[in-house]
C-alpha cells in the first residue's frame, strides 16, 4: 500500500535572476593589458571569478591586427560576486590613495634635478678638458 504526496507548485521564476547570479556583468573598465592583467590577476587572488574582454571596435584597432594593448579592456565577473569584487576594487583604492599620500623617505627629499644638473656639468667639462688636450691638425697626413 503507498502513500501519494503532493508537493507544491515551484514559485514562479522572476525575469533578470537565472543562474542563480551565475550570469557576468561589467565591474569596471581597465585602460589597457597591463591594468587588466593587474586587476584580473588581484580579483583571482580574492576568490572572484574574472572574465577580461578587449574592445576591438576603437578607433585605429586595426593597426594593431586586433592586439591593441592601449585598447580599453572590459572586466567582467559573475554577479553572485559583483559586492565581492567592489570590495576588492575599493581595497586597491584605499591602499594607492595611502601610498600616495605617504610621507617619502629620509634621504629622498633632495631635489632629483640636482644630481642631473651636477653630472651635466661634469660631461660638459671633460669635454672641454679633451678638447684642449687634443694635438692640433697640422695638415691631411696627420689629420686621420
Do not use: K
Not at 81 to 93: K, N, T, Y
Request: net charge positive; aromatic share 4%.
Amino acid at each position: 500500500m503507498g502513500t501519494a504526496t503532493t508537493l507544491p507548485p515551484a514559485p514562479p521564476a522572476r525575469a533578470g535572476t537565472g543562474g542563480g547570479g551565475s550570469e557576468w556583468v561589467e565591474l569596471t573598465r581597465a585602460q589597457g593589458d597591463i591594468e587588466a592583467h593587474l586587476l584580473t590577476g588581484r580579483l583571482n587572488d580574492a576568490g572572484v571569478e574574472t572574465r577580461a574582454m578587449v574592445d576591438r571596435g576603437a578607433p585605429g584597432a586595426w593597426l594593431h591586427g586586433g592586439s591593441n594593448p592601449w585598447a580599453t579592456v572590459t572586466i567582467l565577473v559573475r554577479r553572485r560576486q559583483l559586492d565581492d569584487a567592489r570590495i576588492v576594487l575599493a581595497e586597491i583604492s584605499l591602499a594607492w590613495d595611502r601610498d600616495a599620500r605617504a610621507d617619502p623617505p629620509a634621504g629622498s627629499a633632495r631635489p632629483r634635478w640636482l644630481a642631473a644638473a651636477a653630472l651635466g656639468v661634469l660631461v660638459v667639462l671633460s669635454l672641454l678638458v679633451q678638447g684642449a688636450t687634443a694635438a692640433p691638425c697640422s695638415g691631411p697626413p696627420r689629420c686621420r
